[in-house]
């Protein structure tokens, strides 16, 4: 049932009851994602079926996320959240404080280095639970360019950004480190980050960094997490409402991170909308994020194929980005759900009712999630 907070347009409760069909099947295929066994989830099915692939902490974060935003942590069996509670524990590092996958390419990416912290800390909140052992920055095996202000801008500063969606993303994860900092050290590096990216900001677009249209919209949502993370207005958000708007309309969406980081933008940037806007945008949503959704209940990241992995994607034919990483493999690729997508997918569904004024719901078949795993 969709309950409307004060926007009564019928228009808008079909949109988003289409949004919700779009689910269909989507529990029984993350419960399928999950192994008992080692306590996370995988990244894709043809993860399952291959013995080289395990469940990894993007991954197992993510379904995480999902069953928080269905209110299910609450009625998570014991034996579960003991299983995941080690998961995460077992990930982390005694010596250094990170928390690292075992596929070896994984420490050499610093973005999703820097992600598996929140990701990981994050989760052990959720469940109750805590860190093992004392973070990077407290364990003083932080990056050398987060000793000083100035040392953190010209890391900065060297960071290449004609690929906004990969550079803003270096940018915005690099700031774990001023997160683990007391609150009274922090300050200087807040006050450097804030002046150098208010000077690099398109004075036109609202927009960072080079690339198409939805890398750069891409990299500014990067961006916001660094913003909303701390607590700082975000500038220039009318240009960037704009510009979300006009490329919503006028380019097409090929990867689920396209659809989710406007819609998530827009909801973050908090500029009023208009009855038709938010109809128009919630139309644009569902047929793009139909064109995601897979037979196996899952959504993927690309039209064409589910990429192997979530570091995979950032990077599309004739956008550049140099020094490319190689790649963390998580599947065999197929055309299939992953949770990337697929947890993005339910993310879009929130910020789609909040633009909407409307109260979001548990999924149908939601409650029925634990006994497919059981």
Known sequence: MIILKSNNNQELRQLLGEMDNLFDGFFPWLAGQYDPGLGGFYYAQSSIQDKAFIPDIESTAQSLNII??????????????????????QKQNPQSGYFVDAHPAMIKDEVMVHRAINYST??????????LYPLPFVAKAAPEYVSTPDSYLAKWRSIDLRNSWRGCDRLATSCTYIGQMPESDREPFLQEAVRFLESIQDPETGLWGAGSLYVRISGTF??????SGFGIPMPNIELIYKSVLHCLRNEEATDMCYIRNPIDLLSYIQVPLTPSEISEILTITN????KLKRADGGFSREIENSPPGPNVAQVKKGDYYPDMPEPVALSQGLYEGDLNASTQATLIRRQAYRLAGCIEEPLKGSSEFYEKII
């Open 68 to 89: 928080d935003r269905q209110q299910l942590i609450g009625a998570m069996p014991a034996k579960m959240r003991n299983e995941m509670v080690h998961f995460f524990q």
């Open 122 to 131: 994050g989760s052990l909140k959720k469940l109750g639970s805590k860190a």
């Open 222 to 227: 990067k961006l916001h997490t660094f913003y």
């Open 287 to 290: 047929n793009n994020m139909s």
